[in-house]
C-alpha cells in the first residue's frame, strides 16, 4: 500500500507541474486592453444614466464591467481594483433602489479608480 501511495504522489506531482497545467501570465497588452475596456464601460454606464437610460440597461453595462475588470490580472493592481470593483457594485445596489444621484457618484467614483489603475499601469510598464 505504501508503494501505491508513493506513486501516485508522484504521479500528481509530476502531473501538477507539467506545462499542460500551467497557466500564462497575461501580457503588458493583455492588461492593458481589461483596463480600457472595463473604463470604457464604466463611461458608457455613466453616458447612459446621463441620459435616461432604464436602470436596468445601466445595471447591465455596469455588470458588463465587473466581468471585464476581472481580466484586470496584475499583483500590484488587485487591491485597487477590488475596491475600484466594490465601488461598482454601490452603483448597481443603488440602481436597484432606484437611487440615481448615489449610482451617478458611485459610477463617476469608479471611473475615477479605473482612470488610476490605468495611469499606475502605464507607469510602472
Known amino acids: 500500500m505504501n508503494a501505491f501511495k508513493k ?9 501538477l507541474s507539467s506545462s499542460a497545467f500551467a ?6 497588452e493583455d492588461v492593458k486592453t481589461a483596463i480600457d475596456n ?3 464601460k464604466v463611461e458608457e454606464a455613466i453616458t447612459a444614466l446621463n441620459n435616461g ?3 436596468e440597461a445601466v ?10 475588470q476581472k481580466d484586470i490580472a496584475n499583483n500590484v493592481l488587485d487591491v ?13 445596489a443603488a440602481l436597484k433602489d432606484n437611487n440615481l444621484q448615489a449610482a ?4 463617476t467614483d469608479a471611473a475615477n ?6 495611469q499606475i499601469y502605464a507607469s510602472t510598464h
Open 23 to 28: 497557466v500564462a501570465n497575461p501580457t503588458y
Open 113 to 118: 479608480k479605473y482612470k488610476e489603475i490605468q
Open 53 to 55: 437610460s432604464d436602470n
Open 7 to 15: 506513486i501516485l504522489a508522484s504521479f500528481v506531482i509530476a502531473t
Open 59 to 68: 445595471a447591465k453595462l455596469v455588470s458588463d464591467a465587473r466581468q471585464t
Open 80 to 92: 485597487k481594483r477590488n475596491r475600484a470593483s466594490g465601488v461598482l457594485n454601490q452603483a448597481r
Open 38 to 40: 472595463t473604463l470604457a
Open 104 to 107: 451617478k457618484e458611485s459610477l
